[in-house]
Nanobody
Framework: QVQLVESGGGLVQAGGSLRLSCDAS????????MAWYRQTPGKQRELVAG???????NYADSVKDRFTISRDNAKKTVYLQMNSLKPEDTAVYYC???????????WGQGTQVTVPS
């Protein structure tokens, strides 16, 4: 079992920056993939960025060159640095971890990011 707690969300003006943190309840050193997803009302949850245990990253096209995902294994924390924020980045952001095999997914409770238009 892995508990994930997100923090760092809030309201920021367009063009501003936020850094989200995801604190895990246990070591993330061997967690296969950790990722950030986001969801807006009436839409499916979408992948924003992911990072493997080996440090390989991937990003949604909409956030490339603006967002950066990183992990600090010693602190059991994954970060999402978000720069040049846009109103369309407004969403609830969820931390995700995948362990295994057998593959098991864990989710945080979410943190709201609001960028007014």
């Amino acid at each position: 079992q892995v508990q994930l707690v997100e923090s760092g969300g809030g309201l920021v003006q367009a063009g501003g920056s936020l850094r989200l943190s995801c604190d895990a309840s246990k070591s993330i050193f061997t967690i296969n993939v950790m990722a950030w997803y986001r969801q807006t009302p009436g839409k499916q949850r979408e992948l924003v960025a992911g990072i493997t245990s080996g440090g390989t990253t991937n990003y949604a096209d909409s956030v490339k060159d603006r967002f950066t995902i990183s992990r600090d294994n010693a602190k059991k924390t994954v970060y999402l640095q978000m720069n040049s924020l846009k109103p369309e980045d407004t969403a609830v952001y969820y931390c995700h971890a995948q362990t295994g095999p057998p593959f098991t997914a864990y989710w945080g409770q979410g943190t709201q990011v609001t960028v007014p238009s």
